[in-house]
């Protein structure tokens, strides 16, 4: 069992930026995946950022260039730092982890104004 917990979102005025955290009750340093996924409201939930056990990263089309997934393996943490925010960024956004069952944060929104 894995616990995950973020924290980071807020209100921003467009073109700002915010850091989230996603912190794991456990070690999961042998995790298969560890990703970032939003649901904006009335939509279905979409995949956002990625990063392997090996560090490789994978991103939407829709975020590439403006938003950064890491991960801190001491801390057992990860983070996805989101810069250049838009309006359509607005969303609850959720951390997955695949060690390999697959857990979920309970989400923070992230809201941009215009």
């Known amino acids: 069992q894995v616990q995950l917990v973020e924290s980071g979102g807020g209100v921003v005025q467009a073109g700002g930026s915010l850091r989230l955290s996603c912190v794991a009750s456990?070690?999961?340093?042998?995790?298969?995946?560890m990703g970032w996924y939003r649901q904006a409201p009335g939509k279905q939930r979409e995949f956002v950022a990625s990063?392997?056990?090996?560090?490789?990263?994978d991103y939407a089309d829709s975020v590439k260039g403006r938003f950064t997934i890491s991960r801190d393996k001491a801390k057992d943490t990860v983070y996805l730092q989101m810069n250049s925010l838009k309006p359509e960024d607005t969303a609850v956004y959720y951390c997955?982890?695949?060690?390999?069952?697959?857990?979920w944060g309970q989400g923070t929104q992230v809201t941009v104004s215009s």
């Open positions: 990063i392997t056990r090996g560090d490789s990263t």
């Open positions: 997955n982890v695949l060690v390999p069952s697959s857990y």
């Open positions: 456990r070690s999961i340093r042998s995790a298969i995946l």
